[in-house]
């Protein structure tokens, strides 16, 4: 969804009219009457999902009980989700994390040191700062294979080690690295480039709300979920588990940025429908789930 969409249907289904349409978004009249007819269905469907919204935390933790829950696509059989969905793509290789030197802050001064950081100087990340961040908090470090079931470990828990995350970067100062959003492949740790340049950055941090940071730090982690890897086992309740998983890897970010004389701020408020946009995602089958900038401390 673009931003004259999102910003069309946020404001038509709060109820404003034609006028404060047009006054508060920009759009000229034509364009106004083109989202009337396109959108007529989605503001349709916003109207009728508008009273659900107002309860679905409660139901979503009831309805997610295991008394609720049936034979799971892996009991019935069904195919095993790859554990990984990277996009095809020239791979920039990263340096070995067993080739980088390691860091000389102790744990407890890590877990005693870390506050969110919001502003970040202009001192670029290195390759292998890099590297030892996506170690932390995203690469493979054993792949298995069984029976119908294929399985990635990685530094962080997740619940039946299915890993339900793609990991993308916006890399705005790491050396060696131009500007642009890559995707980062956790098996192969190398990037693969999805589009460069500074456009990318200006619809991230819009997509973001205007939180800077995810445009002044070094690089901002985008992960997105892809529900039916762990659905596959553990079906609608898998949906809490996306969560907790993100969280486990937002703080290994925090600490392996402590560790660097960096930090990182999570952020949770940004626009999904235009922070999938930015990624190529459709919502659903794959979302953005939790943004996390990084950069050195000022
Ligand atoms: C799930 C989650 C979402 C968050 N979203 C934002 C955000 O969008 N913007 C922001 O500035 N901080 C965000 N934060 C950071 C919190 O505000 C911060 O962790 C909290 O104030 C505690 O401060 P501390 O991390 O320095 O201990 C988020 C933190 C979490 C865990």
């Not at 109207?47 to 829950?69: A, C, M, N």
């Not at 470990?153 to 060696?176: D, K, M, T, Y």
Request: aromatic share 8%; glycine share 6%.
């Amino acid at each position: 969804m673009n931003p004259k969409t999102y910003a069309y249907l946020w404001h038509k289904s709060r109820g404003a009219n034609r006028a404060e349409i047009i006054r508060e978004t920009g759009l000229s009249p034509q364009e106004y009457e083109e989202l009337e007819r396109a959108q007529a269905q989605t503001l349709e469907q916003i109207k009728r999902d508008q009273h659900r919204s107002e309860t679905i935390g409660p139901d979503f933790v009831r309805l997610t009980r295991y008394i609720y829950g049936g034979a799971s696509a892996q009991m019935q059989g069904k195919p095993c989700p790859p554990v990984i969905n990277p996009p095809s793509g020239e791979l920039i290789p990263l340096p070995k994390v067993d080739e980088l030197s390691e860091p000389t802050l102790s744990l407890k001064q890590a877990i005693l040191q870390r506050r969110s950081l919001r502003e970040y100087s202009a001192k670029p990340f290195t390759l292998q700062e890099l590297s030892f961040m996506l170690w932390t908090s995203c690469q493979v470090n054993e792949l298995r294979q069984g029976k119908n079931i294929e399985i990635t470990r990685r530094q962080v828990p997740s619940a039946g080690s299915r890993h339900p995350f793609e990991c993308h970067l916006l890399i705005n100062r790491v050396e060696g690295i131009p500007t642009g959003l890559y995707y980062y492949h956790p098996i192969q740790h190398g990037l693969i480039l999805r589009e460069s340049g500074p456009d990318i950055a200006a619809r991230v941090l819009e997509a973001c709300q205007d939180q800077e940071m995810v445009v002044r730090s070094a690089f901002t982690l985008i992960l997105s979920a892809r529900p039916y890897r762990t659905a596959w086992r553990y079906q609608q309740r898998s949906y809490r588990y996306l969560y907790v998983d993100a969280g486990h890897v937002g703080q290994n970010v925090h600490l392996a940025a402590e560790a660097l004389n960096a930090g990182s701020c999570m952020v949770g408020a940004f626009t999904d429908e235009l922070l999938d946009a930015c990624l190529g995602l459709d919502g659903i089958e794959e979302f953005a789930i939790y943004v996390m900038p990084v950069g050195k401390k000022p």
